[in-house]
């Protein structure tokens, strides 16, 4: 049933957007390195390897320097437009391509690549390999500002693995075991939500039982007990 609502909504949107993907692509030819899409390879469902599609944001072999596939607050290495396209997630859009593809899913655990999918435990990714990644998630929903966070904590890459991973993989786990039809409709509408109000608590509230954020989270990513 999900993956008929996938494919319905990925043929929609792409149709919906095409006037805003067009003049993107356009710019990206004009004003980067002529470089539309960024290619990525990311650990699928299974466990099968695929290659995300996404506008490109940053210089070429930027992997190779800096903080690797950690994006932080004003890196460097991201290009001049691409810096809105992160902002507004709108270099997330081509990947309605890998929906259509079968390698995503609209909603659905982060797709992740080599290097911080090894981040997690034997346990968390037997879990979260169960499914299809997602254009969108709880991860996503509640990270949304991970530059910025990242940022909070000086760019530390020991912060991100000591207290970001566990709690993401906390996350994706809970929405894994948790997967329904209500809650991938969930997940949709408040994704739209936290895009056009950034600030909003709205997923504590929507979802009941999430794994609650350890306290030096709790803050930075606005929670709100419900109980």
Known sequence: MQRIFDIIFALLALIILSPLLVPITFLLVMTGEGEVFYLQERIGKHRKIFK????????KNSE????????????????????????????????????????????????????????????????????????????????RGEEDILAGSNGSLAF????????????????VENCTILNYFKAIIITIVVVIFPKSRIAWSMFDGLPVPPDELKNILNFVDIK
């Open 64 to 143: 190779s320097v800096g903080t690797g596939t950690v994006t932080i607050k004003n890196d460097p290495r991201i290009l001049p437009l691409g810096k809105f396209l992160r902002k507004s997630k709108i270099n997330e859009l081509p990947q309605l391509l890998n929906i259509l593809f079968g390698d995503m899913s609209v909603i659905g655990p982060r797709p992740l690549t080599e290097q911080t999918f090894s981040a997690y435990t034997d346990q968390i990714k037997n879990t979260i390999a169960k499914v299809r990644p997602g254009l969108s998630g709880i991860g996503s929903i509640i990270f």
């Open 160 to 175: 991100y693995r000591i207290t970001i991973t566990p709690y993401k993989g906390a996350l994706e786990v809970w929405f």
């Open 52 to 59: 995300i599609y996404k506008f490109a944001t940053m210089f």
